[in-house]
């Protein structure tokens, strides 16, 4: 199956950011999947886990943010993030042909996407799936980050690992309470924030890619069931 590299234009003076569209066979979703703040979109985890969403059937559309595509460390504003986001999610929905589509992504990422689902209905996307979101700074605590969830008006999906120092556990739990019915956390056993886990688990790190993978293949269908319906 080929990747197809795409560009990706955003509104004003912000210019184009590189994308790769994958599409399998019998895809039942697109998810447009944006990279944490610290890696692009060819980092080993983006490239480990999207053969493995294809397995499961699901198409994605990775894209750079600006500050990336320029080489930069430093993320751009979140104008111009939340700015690329929606110009990704527009791509997106041309590139799914009628698939029910997905957006959100790694860490920055997927709060960006659900920063700015918050602000504007993202047109035609069915639900967002978090990567790992990040509640709060690494030995910090606090749940704010999460607080403009509430505005978002589509099922979500939470992938947390237990050793993730970026979303105390418990925390989480309790964001994912208060926001409802619509919402899942799935927890990885033993997962940092990029689920990687210790060698004493008894599992590989592809093993738990594969089960990331599942869940976001599974809340697909269960997506494209409520499109459908």
């Known amino acids: 199956m080929a990747v197809k590299e795409v560009r990706i234009p955003v509104d004003g003076r912000i210019g184009e950011v590189s994308g790769l569209l994958e599409r399998p066979r019998g895809a039942t979703a697109l998810y447009v999947l944006a990279h944490g703040a610290g890696a692009g979109m060819r980092h080993r985890f983006m490239e480990a886990i999207v053969p493995r969403l294809s397995a499961c059937g699901v198409a994605t559309l990775r894209y750079q943010f600006p500050y990336m595509e320029k080489g930069s460390r430093r993320p751009d504003s979140r ?6 986001v929606r110009a990704a999610v527009e791509f997106g929905n041309k590139a799914a042909r009628g698939l029910p589509l997905l957006a959100g992504g790694k860490s920055m990422g997927g709060r960006m996407t659900s920063l700015a689902a918050s602000e504007e209905v993202l047109e035609d996307v069915k639900g967002i799936v978090f990567l790992g979101f990040p509640l709060h700074a690494a030995g910090k605590s606090g749940s704010e980050r999460a607080d403009h969830l509430r505005d978002v008006g589509v099922p979500m999906l939470f992938l947390q690992g237990t050793r993730d ?10 964001v994912s309470t208060g926001l409802g019915r619509r919402v899942r956390l799935h927890v990885v056993e033993g997962g940092d924030h990029s689920f990687h886990v210790l060698k004493r688990s008894g599992r590989s790190d592809e093993q738990v890619l594969d089960e990331v993978a599942d869940q976001v293949g599974r809340f697909a269908e269960r997506v494209q069931t409520l499109a459908v319906g």
């Open 165 to 174: 120092t970026l979303a105390d556990l418990e925390s989480m739990r309790a």
């Open 79 to 84: 104008k111009v993030l939340l700015a690329s």
